[in-house]
């Protein structure tokens, strides 16, 4: 949950920024704001990352099991499509 304290701070943090250059068309915050954004995107790899990786090994298996019975809903309703038409 850390990570997640991380990445909104990096968020908040840009504010002011998005503000000065959206707004008031100042250059330097925008320059700021792309740096900004290119950590974000660096720590959204890293967590990213680091989720598989702790899927992987085994971590919590809750998020799965939830996700298991979408998946099994929707394959039967694809084998219900209607057959193709026969060329004559």
Known sequence: MNNFGKLKDLVMSLEGDFEKFYDKQNSAA???VRK???ELKNMAQ???AEVQDMKNSGGEEAPAAK???AAKKAAPAAAKKAP???KK
């Open 30 to 32: 925008g320059t700021r």
């Open 84 to 86: 193709a038409a026969k």
């Open 36 to 38: 900004g954004m290119q």
């Open 67 to 69: 996700a298991a019975p």
């Open 46 to 48: 890293q967590i990213r």
